[in-house]
């Protein structure tokens, strides 16, 4: 339970915190903090998304597709459409996963490895660098134009989970979000951003 919630919530939230970003992307300026103060700007977004997990024991990857949400300061929402109704709803300390019939209610604090991940993805969404560090160390290349943001988790707790988070993005549009986990499983989410209603 504990490895598939980690799971996630880690795509989740790295999804929501860095795909959903319009940015303000200035080439000249292009680095890490200039992403952070894109992210900073954003109040509310969504997007639509199509995950694949790959995980050794199945011979192909597992798929699902729905929508993704963020209204800040503090809520994050991933709503899977196909193959089968789900959401995960994350607002301020809590955790809500809904499944058909099924409603879990988690405590963030009942579990300390992935409150420090939220944690550290709201500093993303606040556009607080000092924030993600705590908990990641972070490195920004190619341009603004095709870029690539890994976070690699500092803490050894996390670290036993998640090996590295791979975004990538086009100019203001991250197109892809990578999450590599420890044990060798991995899940590739392709996302595209939705215009406002």
Do not use: C
């Not at 969504?46 to 597709?65: G, H, M, N, Q, Y």
């Amino acid at each position: 339970m504990k490895a598939w919630l980690t799971s996630s919530v880690v795509s989740l939230l790295a999804a929501v915190a860095l795909s959903l970003a319009p940015g303000l992307i200035h080439a000249a300026e292009w680095d890490i903090d200039q992403l952070m103060q894109d992210l900073a700007q954003i109040h509310s977004n969504r997007a639509t998304f199509v995950e694949k997990k790959f995980i050794a024991i199945l011979d192909k990857p597992v798929e699902s597709s729905g929508e993704l949400f963020y209204i800040a300061p503090d809520r994050l929402e991933k709503r899977t459409l196909k193959p089968k109704p789900e959401s995960m709803i994350l607002e301020q300390s809590t955790l809500i996963i809904e499944r058909g019939r099924q409603k879990h209610r988690l405590a963030l604090q009942d579990y300390p490895e992935l409150s420090a991940f939220i944690d550290s993805i709201r500093g993303t969404l606040a556009g607080d660098r000092k924030a993600l560090e705590r908990s990641f160390r972070l490195s920004l290349t190619g341009t603004a134009e095709q870029w690539t943001l890994q976070l690699m988790p500092v803490n050894d707790k996390m670290q036993a989970v998640i090996k590295n988070i791979r975004i990538a993005g086009v100019r203001n549009s991250v197109r892809s979000i990578e999450t590599n986990q420890a044990d060798g499983d991995r899940s590739l989410m392709l996302i595209e951003r939705l215009a406002a209603p």
